[in-house]
């Protein structure tokens, strides 16, 4: 959220320049019988031996491996990529498939040199190994491409692993390609939750990987015989199947299982309508309308209030009214107002965090510490939960625990939403989205802010702007398909240009979004594959903001959320 609009928020991750990239990712076939991996020291067995890497940026480690028993670590440093790479012998015109499995910060793979197009790809940062592949085709005179890799720049370290070049022998020394593995045996379920299921298998002689299929459509790839497919609904039945993969290929499906989830344990207050509202509310002068909280606008379903501040105890928080700032209001009026909303049927959960904020809970003991003081604001103040409006970073682990913690205090009736930035739900291994999953069961909703942001992929893989009702709909796609429910997903907006330093849309981009999502219709360019009737709403910052618009934002927005089917 932003106190101060217009001071920046953190340095954004996806530049224009790096999202501008030509990816020319292709699907390539099983390699034929003749076809070698024509990269030198491909599993970096042999340390950096044939592979060139920028200075000081490459070393090879013995864990992570993907297989073998040695991978690359590149660090990008500065102005530094941290690119590595190698100059590979092939044949003219010839089809080449490169790939490789990368795990970590951003991961680039390409060829250069090719004599025709020359080719790349990218992934996120991932905390497993993912594999990258495109093909190329080489020129009438091309004997040799550089194959590379790189991370980006300021970002965490990336490691990479069986690097291939498959296809005609350059006269290199290449490897034999492989042999397509055969189908996973001892498909079996091994546990199960309200939204998950595990699942655990044989290992296939010659596997690099496993594809795991639900009901027919892949839902995760893993390199281990085990796996856990989340984001499923509480008591209900699926079937899952197995197949096992390295280069040359994907073997058959594995003889099918059922799984069914258990009952769920909760999921935040039912009480609250099936689309809401949420609105945060200041507490401080900013130039926005000083309110009490008995003024906030009637559309608001949830209130938060923000917000909480840390103190010198790691993970603990605290509130104090601004009494001053708002014009004399007393601590018992506030307490007051707090129970009138709840009256009126209205939801009130104290933020922790926002621009400034510095909790941090990075340990069992500030994890225990963070659920206890935010359990004692509630019984002081009555709030019905907590928001999450951490931007500054969070360690999944502990915040999980934390907020277990807290959930097994306050009981089923617990609100607990949480207000990530763009960056932070991009990936499903990010630890906002780690942790949002991690407690599925007990959250209420996800706000995510769309401004203040730099341009962001879809889920669709495409680079989207902020400012437009693409960016709305192909940014929320991912967490609707990531594993939350559509119940846990809201649109987060400021409610008038005042509010943010950038990415304020009218009311009616916010509406004409929440349509394309719930129904389908009053989309952009990019248009869902499915709809999403059980979408939760829409969340602003601020209810004082627009107030200070006339409540333009809560009148228009707030009128069409209650509408929605």
């Known amino acids: 959220m932003d106190p ?65 028993s040695a991978a690359l670590k590149a660090t990008p440093a500065g102005q530094d990529n941290a690119r590595c790479t190698q100059t590979v012998a092939v044949k003219p015109n010839s089809t080449y498939t490169l790939s490789a499995w990368v795990r970590g910060g951003y991961a680039y793979l390409g060829a250069t040199g090719t004599g025709t197009t020359d080719v790349s790809t990218w992934t996120p940062d991932s905390s497993s190994w993912r594999q990258l592949s495109t093909s190329f085709r080489t020129g009438a005179s091309t004997t040799a491409v550089t194959v590379y890799t790189h991370g ?18 350059g006269g290199g020394g290449g490897v034999p390609a492989p042999t397509v593995p055969g189908a996973p045996n001892g498909l079996s379920v091994s546990g ?34 085990s796996a856990t497919v989340t984001g499923l609904a509480a008591s209900t039945s699926y079937s899952f199947q197995v197949t096992a993969t390295n280069a040359a290929g994907e073997s058959g499906k594995s003889a099918a299982v059922t799984g069914t989830t258990t009952a769920s344990p909760g999921g935040g207050d039912v009480s609250l309508p099936k689309h809401a509202v949420t609105g945060y509310w200041q507490n401080f002068n900013n130039g926005a309308t000083v309110q009490r909280l008995s003024a906030v606008q009637s559309p608001y379903d949830i209130i938060a209030v923000a917000f909480a501040d840390a103190t010198t105890t790691p993970g603990a928080v605290t509130f104090t009214l601004d009494s001053a700032g708002l014009g004399g209001y007393t601590v018992d009026q506030f307490k007051a107002d707090v129970k009138a909303k709840q009256a009126a049927g209205k939801k009130v959960v104290v933020s922790v965090g926002g621009e400034r904020g510095a909790v941090s809970v990075n340990d069992s003991a500030s994890a225990t510490n963070f659920a206890n003081s935010v359990y004692a604001l509630m019984q002081t103040y009555s709030f019905d939960g907590v928001d999450i409006d951490l931007e500054n970073g969070l ?11 807290l959930s097994a205090k306050a009981g089923s009736s617990l609100v607990l939403t949480m207000a990530p930035q763009t960056i932070d739900m991009q990936s499903t291994s990010n630890a906002y989205f780690q942790t949002a999953l991690n407690v599925k069961d007990i ?24 400012g437009s009702v693409d960016f709305l709909t192909a940014l929320a796609c991912i967490q609707l398909e990531g594993g939350l429910a559509p119940s846990q997903v809201g649109l ?19 509406n004409n979004a929440l349509d394309c999502l719930t129904k389908g219709t009053g989309c952009g360019s990019f248009k869902p594959a499915r709809t999403y009737p059980d979408l939760r709403g829409a969340m602003t910052w601020s209810t004082n903001w627009d107030a200070a618009a006339g409540n333009a934002w809560s009148n228009a927005v707030g009128a069409h959320v209650h509408a929605l089917p």
Not at 8 to 37: F, H, K, W, Y
Not at 152 to 169: K, L
Not at 443 to 466: E, I
Not at 492 to 510: E, F, W
């Open 4 to 68: 101060v609009p217009g001071i920046p928020r953190r340095t954004r991750l996806l530049l224009a320049g790096a999202l501008a990239l030509a990816l020319a990712v292709a699907g390539a076939g099983p390699a034929s019988a003749a076809d070698v991996n024509n990269v030198k020291n491909a599993g970096f067995e042999s340390g950096l031996t044939d592979w060139t890497c920028s200075t000081g940026s490459g070393t090879t480690v013995s864990a992570p491996a993907h297989g073998g």
């Open 152 to 169: 980006w720049y300021g970002q965490a370290a990336y490691f990479a692993d069986d690097v291939s070049v498959f296809g005609p022998d």
């Open 192 to 225: 199960t939750s309200a939204s998950s299921v595990s699942l655990s298998w044989s290992n296939v002689s010659g596997a690099t990987g496993y594809n795991v299929y639900r009901n027919g459509t892949k839902a995760t790839a893993v390199t281990g015989t």
């Open 395 to 405: 360690n999944a682990t502990y915040m999980t625990q934390a907020l277990r913690a």
């Open 443 to 466: 959250l209420t909703v996800v706000n995510m802010q769309y401004y203040n942001s730099g341009s962001m992929l879809g889920c669709d893989g495409k680079v989207y702007s902020q």
């Open 492 to 510: 987060g907006l400021p409610a008038s240009p005042s509010g943010a330093g950038s990415g304020y849309v009218s009311p009616s981009v916010v």
